[in-house]
């Protein structure tokens, strides 16, 4: 579709489950305009995927775990002083375990998982068109269609006032989905670049025809790049600049382009030295560093923050809860009304998502959940080291998914992504694509053993 990346053969795509994953294709790329038809369809293709490979989804061992962590958290709420709260916040959880094994059954090849980044990207435009829009032009919408099937809601000045959020309901939502369509487009925009030079260093000419099938995809995946990194810095979301940041260095290593390394290090210790060093050292940066970076960095932008919206506030809260009831914690969704009783302030979550976890559910769900999460990881990055098994030119795209997945992973020790739909849904098929891989490597691995 975009370029020849997107048009390698695969078996995979001969076999039956071609019109399903098609169709999960077309889900994601309106799932962030309707969220509720791309929703329908994602769903669709889990329900039939989970009818038709019922007998490989049951074989699996990160089933069963994921199977035991359903019935903690069903038996934590069972506990809740506040249970149908409890039992609600379910459907924060259980219904994306579900995605996430139908899709990792689903989804086995790297064409897959190219394909998933690339409707990432293109689905990120109108987001980030509209939210710029709403910053800088003052556009404000209100759409509804039917309800829920089209609902758009975009506040002039955007959401805090100053900072983007297109129609997330939040700057920092907005930032959390574009960390990771961000990770996403610079792991396609690399792969455009070493497929373009590679054409060139074959002698092509500039005008012919494979040139030019290249060109396309790379202005447009450039182009994505580009925006994309605009919009999260206007979120004003340090947590997104710091992850953004943490991807750019991460992929300078893994290529090592160790120039590229040292020159972002070097834009980095700037800034942080404008925010955080004694004022002589501070003041001499921040005459090259604008105010808009530093004064978000040390909170001067936002002065006099009341202690109880300070995250460590927060953070202290919540393991106190975790340590009164650590078998079963006090209930999913129970932080917010807790918090506002001791703090006299509303407030959805800790801003960390393993702490809110430990503090609603328990200690043994959360490190069950952290221990299935760490599996993924770990053997991830060992099938990334395991050349024989991955080819040269498909191991960056698996990388972009690993790296996506630890910026997820980072996202939620400082916020937490659980809350949004979209956002949690895309979470979770982006870990999907990472298990789904594994899972076929493990099998093929297990297959080569015994043949010999």
């Known amino acids: ?29 309106i799932f962030p305009l309707s969220p509720l038809l791309g929703a329908v369809t994602i769903g669709f293709v889990s329900l039939i995927t989970w009818l038709k490979q019922s007998r490989k989804i049951n074989r699996r061992p990160l089933n069963w775990g994921f199977a035991l962590l359903s019935i903690l958290l069903i038996v934590s709420a069972a506990f809740a002083d506040d249970k149908t709260t409890a039992f609600l916040g379910l459907f924060n959880l259980l219904p994306f ?20 980044a690339w409707v990432f990207v293109i689905g990120s435009i109108p987001v980030i068109i509209l939210g710029l829009g709403q910053l800088f032009l003052g556009w404000s919408l209100k759409l509804e269609i039917l309800w829920v099937v089209l609902d758009w809601t975009i506040a002039p000045g955007g959401n805090p006032p100053g900072r983007i959020a297109s129609f997330f309901l939040h700057a920092n939502t907005l930032a959390a989905y574009l960390t990771i369509v961000f990770i996403l487009s610079l792991g396609l925009w690399l792969e455009q670049w070493q497929l373009f030079i590679a054409y060139r260093k074959l002698g092509i000419r500039k005008n012919s025809l494979p040139n030019r099938q290249f060109l396309v995809p790379f202005i447009f995946i450039t182009v994505a790049v580009i925006t994309n990194f605009i919009a999260l810095i206007f979120t004003n979301s340090r947590n997104g600049w710091a992850i953004a940041i943490f991807a750019c260095l991460a992929y300078a290593l893994y290529q090592g382009w160790r120039i590229l390394v040292g020159g972002v290090a070097a834009i980095v210790s700037s800034v942080l030295l404008a925010a955080f060093a004694p004022s002589p050292v501070a003041q001499f940066f921040r005459q090259v560093v604008p105010a808009f970076f530093w004064a978000r960095l040390n909170d001067d932008m936002y002065p006099d923050r009341p202690v109880a919206l300070m995250r460590k506030t927060q953070w202290g809260f919540a393991w106190s809860l975790a340590q009164q009831h650590p078998w079963t914690g006090w209930g999913l969704r129970s932080f917010s009304k807790l918090y506002k009783a001791q703090m006299n302030i509303g407030l959805g979550h ?8 430990s503090a609603e559910t328990g200690f043994p769900s959360t490190l069950l959940f952290c221990a299935l999460l760490g599996w993924i990881l770990v053997m991830g990055i060992q099938l990334l080291r395991k050349s024989k098994y991955i080819n040269t030119e498909d191991r960056l795209i698996f990388f972009s998914y690993l790296l996506a997945f630890v910026g997820w992973l980072l996202l939620n020790t400082v916020d937490v992504t659980l809350f949004d739909f979209r956002l949690n849904v895309l979470s979770w098929l982006v870990l999907a694509a990472v298990c789904g891989v594994l899972h076929r490597y493990k099998e093929q691995d297990r297959l080569t053993s015994h043949s010999n």
Do not use: C, E
């Open 97 to 116: 375990f579900l995605l996430f094994v139908a899709h990792s059954a689903l989804i086995q090849t790297f064409v897959q998982l190219r394909q998933m």
């Open 1 to 29: 579709m975009l370029g020849a990346s997107l048009n390698k053969v695969s078996d995979y795509f001969k076999s039956r489950w071609q019109s399903s994953w098609n169709y999960s294709l077309w889900g994601l790329l």
């Open 350 to 357: 800790p801003h960390n998502f393993f702490l809110m976890l």
